[in-house]
């Protein structure tokens, strides 16, 4: 059974702080992945994706990739209230499928 | 540029009845997932599928749920004699080919309630 955790939070952080969201995974084989945003009552947004290790920049957030760790993460810079919502994480697993995990809730207080 | 288009975004079905969901992937997209996502919790995956081929349907119940993506029209979500647990938020996502990279896009949804 491939899987991919979250820790479901939530996770409070003040407004302007980095907020760090974390997922390990369990398919060694999976290639690419992607953090999605949701908004409650929403559907996911996609926010970034990642294939090699390290780390992908893309404004005020950055995706860390190690995956001989099996571990994918995502920070946050100047986190703001309107970056309040449920962040999934989510892994191709070689079969072209989607896996998700449950979702880390993150409060941003203003 | 219309994205992934489902509807209906609300259904309300009686215990027993049919509820059918669409789901119009985006422009240039040949590939349809279906998710479902239950009350707090996250998406789980239930079928994956290409114009008139079903490619991955491991996640889907086994009785009572089916679902197509013909040659033409809209792919599919069929659900037979709903139960109360079926009440969820069912979405679709779409992506150009069934490659490793390809990033899929969701559509806005369609909430199922069942009373």
């Known amino acids: 059974q491939k899987e991919v955790e979250q820790n479901s939070g939530p996770l409070s952080v003040p407004e302007g702080a980095i907020a760090s969201l974390n997922c390990t995974y369990s398919?060694?084989?999976?290639?690419?992945f992607f953090w999605y945003r949701q908004y409650s009552g929403k559907s996911p947004e996609l926010i970034m994706f990642i294939y090699s290790n390290g780390d992908k920049e893309d404004g005020r957030f950055t995706a860390q990739l190690n995956k001989a760790s099996q571990y994918v993460s995502l920070l946050i810079r100047d986190s703001q209230p309107s970056d309040s919502a449920t962040y999934l994480c989510?892994?191709?697993?070689?079969?072209?499928?989607?896996?998700f995990g449950a979702g880390t809730r993150l409060f941003v207080k203003a | 540029n219309a994205g992934v288009m489902q509807n209906p975004r609300h259904l309300v079905r009686r215990r027993g009845q049919e509820a059918r969901l669409r789901c119009s992937p985006m422009?240039?997209?040949?590939?349809v997932y279906w998710y479902r996502q239950l009350p707090e919790e996250g998406l789980k995956f239930m079928v994956y599928?290409?114009?008139?081929?079903?490619?991955?349907e491991s996640g889907m119940p086994k009785e009572r749920f089916s679902a197509e993506f013909p040659k033409e029209g809209p792919s599919i979500l069929r659900i037979q004699q709903v139960v109360r647990g079926d009440s969820a938020a069912y979405f679709c996502?779409?992506?150009?080919?069934?490659?490793?990279?390809?990033?899929?896009?969701f559509g806005e949804g369609s909430w199922l309630t069942v009373v």
């Open positions: 989510a892994v191709e697993d070689g079969g072209f499928k989607t896996i």
């Open positions: 422009k240039g997209h040949s590939h």
């Open positions: 398919d060694r084989g999976s290639q690419s």
């Open positions: 599928l290409q114009k008139e081929n079903i490619i991955d």
């Open positions: 996502a779409s992506s150009p080919a069934g490659q490793a990279g390809n990033t899929i896009y």
